[in-house]
């Protein structure tokens, strides 16, 4: 990238930070040891924009540079009805099997997926046909947005006792009565072992799939209906470019040429190439070599129903109390109204101590 903007006297420097919003909190307005941009995911865009730190990309450039995105990407840096981030990949959670165990063809109903898991899970004997994190919000959401339900919506309001969120806990209940304990080490675990034929997991599992030696198949969340007719619509988690206010104020051309040098297909494609990351930029999936990978073709096809997790700062408190709801019906048996009433208000009182 360097390389198309010297012409322009332009050099990007990109540095690797841990903790990077606290780096943010601390630096974010400080022009002289702070970043002028920053790449981070999506969700913690709210945050930073309250904090005063961000420009929105209308003040630098003009809709044109990032018109070529998945409109599920462009949705993620929208807040309060502004464009802060430049979407440049996503991810989002896939139905990944092992193709020496799973038997015949993988179902395309969420109902025939729990015939085959009831046919081909042994709990006694510590073998699945599908794990997954039951207890944990973010692999939950594919059947809560499904079913039309919601943690949290754009006004800050959660939706633990929404009856759609509850429908689709109930639901999901007689899934997690098949599988494992549904902590995140438990699930990996079994299904690099071969003890489970499926995992509902992301990207992020691939490298110690590989090391495990399974022939592995993907399949996107998208391509499963549940039974009103609605597909399974997971979180997305969008990586993007925001840019600091102090750069779009005394850098705005630099910032400008940067954004539309990070913008082109040719990045995405990059990216894909070398890091198996599903583009932004939905001209990269021209090139053979994206739209032939596997698992990169599956998260593009979820993109048609994948919601970005809620970039606003209430956000951050609403893991607590879902996923609380989440084991109580799933581990301990508890009354789901009973439970979704209480860790609303649990998750209601929270958001209020924000304010």
Known sequence: MNEKLGGDGITVK???????????????????????????????LGTFVEMGVLSPLSDIVGEEVYADMLPMTQEAGLYKGEQYLLPVYFETLLFMYNKDLWEGEVPSTTEDLYT??????????????????????????????????????????PGLADEKTKEAIEYNKK?????????????????????????????????????????????????FTLPGGESLAPYSGI?????????AEEKKDAAAKVLAALAAPEVGIALAEKASCAPANQKAYDEDSVSSNEMIAAMKRTAETAKPMPNIPEMSVMWGPAESLLAAVNKSGEDLDAAAEKYQAEAETAIADMQ
């Not at 990109?14 to 630096?27: C, P």
């Not at 080490?185 to 599992?205: H, R, S």
């Not at 090391?211 to 399949?219: K, P, V």
């Open 14 to 44: 990109f540095e690797k930070k841990s903790g990077l919003t606290d780096q943010i909190k601390l630096y974010g307005s400080d022009g002289e040891s702070g970043p002028d941009m920053y790449m981070y995911a999506h969700d913690s």
């Open 116 to 157: 085959y898991m009831e046919a081909h899970t042994d709990t006694a004997a510590g073998t699945y046909a599908l794990v997954n994190q039951h207890s944990t919000a973010y692999n939950v959401s594919p059947f809560i947005h499904g079913f039309g339900g919601y943690i949290i919506d754009e006004d800050a309001a």
């Open 175 to 223: 899934f997690a009565a098949l599988q494992a304990d549904g902590d995140y080490n438990t699930v990996t675990t079994l299904f690099n072992e071969g003890k489970a034929a499926a995992i509902i997991g992301g990207p992020w599992l691939v490298p110690g799939i590989k090391d495990a030696g399974i022939d592995l198949g993907i399949q996107s969340l998208s391509d």
């Open 239 to 247: 990586q993007g470019i925001g840019v600091m206010k102090h750069a």
